[in-house]
């Protein structure tokens, strides 16, 4: 019994180990496009019938997604929605930390980081057409935990853009 259970500790160990070099080692280049060499990448689009101007405020107010977009908890910005600023939320069972990359009003935004195993960057458009407004949401991911379990990903992504896509037309309509 006593050597199950140190074979046991020493595979916890191990894999506690691995992980955590994972982790340490993992660097990201942060970028304002999309990584198009990632495991896991997307675009998705939709009609908002609202104006860029009503959509980038609701994009861009980051304390309230939670409030309309059913996929997000706990979002988090303490200073101005601005290049360089940061937030946290939780979206996937993940906490993610990220820094705003792009912040033009009314037109595109966009932000990076991490997660555990994983770093995204997502890319919001806004393009106005007489009385509505496409959005178009690129987003790449990357990291081990990305690459060993691509498949998994790759469709939580597709779901939880196209939930979030339809959570902002819902807000962006009312």
Excluded: C
């Amino acid at each position: 019994m006593k050597k199950i259970f140190l074979s046991i500790f020493g595979l916890i160990t191990a894999l506690i180990l691995t992980v955590s070099l994972l982790e340490l080692t993992s660097s990201y280049s942060v970028s304002e496009a999309i990584n198009s060499n990632a495991p896991v990448k997307t675009r998705q689009q939709i009609i908002i019938h609202a104006s860029p101007e009503k959509i980038y405020a609701i994009m861009s107010d980051v304390n309230h997604w939670s409030s309309w977009n059913t996929d997000i908890q706990y979002p988090n910005m303490k200073q101005p929605f601005q290049k360089g600023g940061s937030f946290d939320w939780k979206s996937g069972g993940l906490t993610i930390h990220s820094t705003i990359h792009t912040a033009i009003p009314f037109r595109k935004i966009g932000w990076s980081g991490p997660a555990f195993g994983s770093f995204a960057i997502h890319n919001w458009t806004m393009i106005p057409n007489h009385g509505y407004t496409t959005v178009l949401v690129d987003e790449s991911m990357e990291g081990w935990l990305v690459s060993m379990m691509q498949n998994t990903f790759q469709t939580g992504l597709e779901k939880s853009l196209q939930s979030w896509l339809t959570d902002l037309k819902a807000e962006a309509e009312k």
